[in-house]
């Protein structure tokens, strides 16, 4: 199985999206493996964000994330990166696909509401950056079998 990292980021918290989004992510049948509230300093969005050092949006970028606090949770499942990112939509609201996340409560790109680790090796890079060992929390669901065929 997968596991995903995922960042309400300060604007789903200040809107009062947490349980919302959570929500979606849990109603998809994946599994809450590691969860927590913070505040992210400067140096945790530059490491955070490191793949868009010198793009135009960068600096907007480590202000936003870092301007109040997030939830950072990590999610487990069959195919939980791709699924995430599909529950979450394009990263710009107004081209995202109805019924997504940031479709369904965002606008603009600078504000879009959650962050999905996009691969394996960043999901692995991420969840490493985010949490230590000790977080993670092994646990079945009770009725995975009727998410999970096999
Ligand atoms: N972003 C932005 N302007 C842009 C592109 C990206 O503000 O033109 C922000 C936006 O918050 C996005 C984040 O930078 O979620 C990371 O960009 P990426 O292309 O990795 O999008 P994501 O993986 O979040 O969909
Ligand atoms: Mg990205």
């Known amino acids: 199985m997968e596991k ?3 960042i309400i980021k300060p604007d ?33 969005a530059a490491r955070h964000y490191a793949v868009h050092q010198g793009k135009p949006f960068y600096d907007g970028l480590v202000s936003y994330i870092s301007s109040s606090p997030v939830v950072v949770l990590a999610v487990e499942g069959n195919k939980a990166i791709e699924a ?7 990263t710009n609201p107004t081209a995202a696909a109805p019924g997504t996340i940031r479709a369904d409560f965002g606008l603009e790109i ?6 999905a680790s996009d691969g394996p090796e960043t999901a692995a890079q991420e ?13 079945s669901r ?9």
Do not use: C
Request: no cysteine.
């Open 4 to 6: 995903s990292l995922v």
């Open 12 to 44: 789903g918290v200040q809107r009062g999206l947490v349980g919302e989004i959570l929500g979606r992510l849990e109603r998809r049948g994946l599994r809450l493996v590691a969860m927590k509230m913070q505040s992210v300093s400067p140096e945790l």
């Open 84 to 90: 995430v990112r599909q529950t979450v939509g394009a």
């Open 110 to 115: 600078g504000r879009n509401l959650i962050h």
């Open 127 to 139: 969840l490493a950056l985010w949490f230590g060992p000790e977080e993670f929390v092994s646990w």
């Open 142 to 150: 009770d009725g995975e079998r009727w998410v999970y065929e096999k």
